[in-house]
T-cell receptor
Framework: DAGITQSPRHKVTETGTPVTLRCHQT?????MYWYRQDPGHGLRLIHY???????DKGEVSDGYSVSRSKTEDFLLTLESATSSQTSVYFC????????????FGEGSRLTVL | GDSVTQMEGPVTLSEEAFLTINCTYT??????LFWYVQYPGEGLQLLLK?????DKGSNKGFEATYRKETTSFHLEKGSVQVSDSAVYFC???????????FGKGITLSVRP
């Protein structure tokens, strides 16, 4: 158990509203990631962080922003949600010195109407 | 850029059948390779990994061998069970960009 908690686990919102998803870890790992999972696309990286206030874009970052003000929390924000952002969002952490394996949270299912 | 290609799915097998799921990759440098599994309603779990050429990863009866010459990491199991029904993802990691790149995943259904 890598101690990763995502919240909320389910959310339904309307187009144009802001949404923030939270990822919390209990073990102070440096690297944290946000992915989205969609049928036919697998998992695609949105943003990742390599330390407090250090973040970088992934392949599908448009429409998303992130913040990491504390080691344990990595927030994903949709400033103005669109229907194309309906998806399942997964947070993951990578342990220091690892050969690249990630440990994933349970996922947050977001529906934008 | 880095990429992972998995065979098209879904795959349906009878219990105790032999399983092969193909995975090939394109990467700069020397990637680590992974298979992840996602059971219904859950997040992804690491199934097995290999970090250098000719390494064989194994777990829960599944195996995959890192083949640099064919840039492949095919997943195999000699006798599947109903409980193996899940989505399987092949992935690669290179330290250069600190990112894990996934294939599209393949759904396996095993019938009794």
């Amino acid at each position: 158990d890598a101690g990763i908690t995502q919240s909320p686990r389910h959310k339904v919102t309307e187009t144009g509203t802001p949404v923030t998803l939270r990822c919390h870890q209990t073990e102070n790992h440096r690297y944290m990631y946000w992915y989205r999972q969609d049928p036919g696309h697998g998992l695609r990286l949105i943003h990742y962080s390599y330390g407090v206030k250090d973040t970088d874009k992934g392949e599908v970052s448009d429409g998303y922003s992130v913040s990491r003000s504390k080691t344990e929390d990595f927030l994903l924000t949709l400033e103005s949600a669109t229907s194309s952002q309906t998806s399942v969002y997964f947070c993951a952490i990578r342990t220091s010195g690892s050969t690249g394996e990630l440990f994933f949270g349970e996922g947050s299912r977001l529906t934008v109407l | 850029g880095d990429s992972v290609t998995q065979m098209e799915g879904p795959v349906t097998l009878s219990e105790e059948a032999f399983l092969t799921i193909n995975c090939t990759y394109t990467a700069t440098g020397y990637p680590s390779l992974f298979w992840y599994v996602q059971y219904p309603g859950e997040g992804l779990q690491l199934l097995l990994k290999a970090t250098k050429a000719d390494d064989k990863g194994s777990n829960k009866g599944f195996e995959a061998t890192y083949r640099k010459e064919t840039t492949s990491f095919h997943l195999e199991k000699g006798s599947v069970q109903v409980s193996d029904s899940a989505v399987y993802f092949c992935a690669l990691f290179t330290g250069a960009n600190s990112k894990l790149t996934f294939g599209k995943g393949i759904t396996l259904s095993v019938r009794p």
